[in-house]
């Protein structure tokens, strides 16, 4: 017994630990640097005008133009400067409504080209880039982490990777490889495989397959708006993401709207990416497995499927699965649904940020300020009544405000039924701005992850999270 309570004294301690080093990372800004075979389809284009639109939440490392396997010898920084050229006109308006919008100028000179050329053609001996130089440059310039959105082919990273490895001791390699965070929507050339089997310590979210072999289908990051093309599922309210939705909401306003081209496919299957980052108080950025805006995912090492250019030889941050009501009033299991389960708060976000970019503030909505009325992280046993506050929520506007409490199951590790079966997890008030609930009883102990979303009733309705983790024991 007295073993039995040491070691749970021990886990909470190591819970508490970790997380109050998350919460010391979560209030730095991020970096963020991105890779783009911008121009082989619209959807990098359409992904760049939202990223703009939320750059006051992060520092703007670099914007690098690359090849993939839709683009293999040409590349398109042209195309980032025409974006960031719009952008200009409209960053005072944004400044209306919040600070921190990177200038023009500065977008402007960390706009880099890669080589073009693809994949592993481009890594070794003499390949070299602007890009490649000046990820080792943005990584070197600062102790905080490097978040490396890949939105075409890794390769420029490859060379990056590849150079330090020849150029330094091992451990200023592993130094080095410890400040990257990796985020790549599939494998879009053969160098992600290269890097991931090279420096297997690097942190990197990826679900792994190959666009030839139809990996596309079955990757965590068509969830977004891929329910007619590539992801195929239902479950989600599509006309959020069709083209009349876009040109009412997004196409329509001011300079940056014009910017943002009709799909091809679908829209935007870059941008999970960077929505992961979104300080919306719903993500962690060291923490993959909790959800957010930019999908789910879980560490492990995946099994070969065919989609796949080669076996995984480590792990990786790799497609997780939530279990979520859709609009038809069914159930759906997938990994896709980590991402479209939050399609309406993230597109009328969107939304509300392109009216930013023309609009007065008063005459625009902003997010509202949910607080807790207690800790976040919570100690707890079974039978326990959990009171649960949102006191002292506001809005910047005045708006009303809505509530909404909700257990998120595949996020923590404590077991009870999910959301369809056997008994679930009843939060008692779950729409109001205090609820409770009673703690179960469960096989296995661990961590259960409460949600508050909070919504306010301007136009569009804009939703504010904040998570709160019960650690169970005995």
């Not at 990796?182 to 979210?205: A, C, H, M, N």
């Not at 997004?250 to 929505?275: A, C, N, W």
């Not at 719903?282 to 090492?301: A, I, K, M, N, T």
Request: one cysteine or more.
């Amino acid at each position: 017994m007295k073993k039995q309570l040491m070691k749970t004294g021990i886990t909470c301690m190591l819970l508490v630990f970790l997380c109050v080093a998350n919460l010391n990372a979560e209030s730095m800004r991020p970096r963020v640097l991105v890779l783009t075979d911008i121009e082989n389809e619209p959807d990098d284009a359409m992904s760049l005008v939202r990223f703009l639109t939320y750059s006051n939440q992060w520092d703007v490392e670099g914007l690098i133009a690359t090849t993939s396997i839709h683009q293999k010898q040409e590349i398109a920084a042209w195309r980032i400067r025409e974006i960031v050229d719009a952008y200009a006109e409209i960053r005072d308006n944004l400044l209306i409504h919040e600070p921190g919008y990177p200038s023009a100028e500065h977008l402007r000179s960390v706009i880099k080209e890669g080589r073009g050329d693809y994949g592993m053609n481009a890594v070794g001996d003499g390949m070299d880039s602007d890009g490649s130089d000046w990820i080792i440059q943005s990584v070197d310039r600062d102790e905080r982490p490097l978040w490396v959105l890949v939105w075409g082919g890794p390769n420029c990273l490859a060379q990056a990777l590849w150079k330090v490895s020849q150029t330094r001791t091992p451990e200023e390699v592993k130094t080095f490889v410890s400040k990257l965070r990796v985020y790549t929507v599939s494998d879009q050339d053969d160098s992600g495989p290269w890097i991931r089997k090279q420096f297997k310590e690097l942190f990197y979210i990826v679900s792994p397959g190959f666009h030839p072999y139809g990996g596309y289908h079955y990757c965590t990051w068509s969830g977004i708006s891929g329910d007619k093309f590539h992801g195929r599922f239902t479950g989600a309210d599509f006309s959020l993401v069709d083209n009349p939705w876009l040109d009412e909401h997004i196409r329509s306003k001011g300079p940056l709207g014009v910017q943002y081209p009709h799909m091809t496919f679908l829209m935007e299957g870059d941008s999970p990416t960077f929505m992961y980052l979104i300080n919306n108080g719903l993500g962690s950025s060291e923490h993959p497995d909790w959800g957010s805006w930019g999908g789910r995912y879980e560490y492990y090492q995946p099994r070969t499927e065919r989609w796949f250019l080669e076996p995984e030889t480590r792990s990786i941050w790799g497609d997780a699965q939530d279990e979520v009501l859709g609009i038809d009033g069914n159930w759906h299991t997938s990994n896709k649904a980590t991402i479209w389960r939050w399609r309406e708060a993230y597109q009328h976000d969107f939304a509300a940020r392109m009216d930013w970019t023309i609009k007065p503030y008063e005459e625009a909505n902003h997010p509202p300020l949910p607080q807790l009325g207690h800790d976040w992280l919570m100690t707890a046993k079974v039978g326990d009544r959990i009171e649960l506050s949102a006191t002292g929520s506001t809005d910047p506007d005045g708006d009303e405000l809505s509530y909404s409490w909700f257990y998120y199951p595949e996020a923590g590790s404590y077991i009870i039924s999910s959301g369809r079966t056997g008994n679930p997890l009843e939060i008692n008030d779950a729409d109001k701005m205090n609820a409770w609930f009673t703690i179960p009883k469960s096989s296995r102990l661990g961590t259960m992850h409460i949600i508050l979303a909070v919504t306010d009733n301007g136009t569009p309705a804009l939703t504010r999270y904040k998570r709160v983790i019960i650690h169970v024991i005995q």
